[in-house]
């Protein structure tokens, strides 16, 4: 929704209906006290808040996606290792 300044095309890109999106946005803003997008006609902006909000969240994935890759290195070494220590038995 950021990137594309309208509800309908980030719905499309989203793959959801419209009034879909505009509910979940609205819920989130409920949930997180604060308006996060101005609503000019067909346009929508990122408020102060939903700047910070943006941020804080593309923050968020990028740790989730990198913990994500940090464990899919490990696993392979924790399988071998998990092998080797019933093979002591």
Known sequence: M???GNFTRASERSHVTQPSL????????REVGHKLFHRLGRKAVLTEAGTA????????LFEVEDATKELRAII?????????????L
């Open 2 to 4: 950021a990137e594309t």
């Open 22 to 29: 505009s509910q979940q946005i609205l819920n989130l803003e």
């Open 53 to 60: 909000f943006l941020e804080r969240a593309r923050r968020i």
């Open 76 to 88: 392979p070494r924790l399988d071998a290792e998990s092998r080797l220590g019933r093979c002591k």
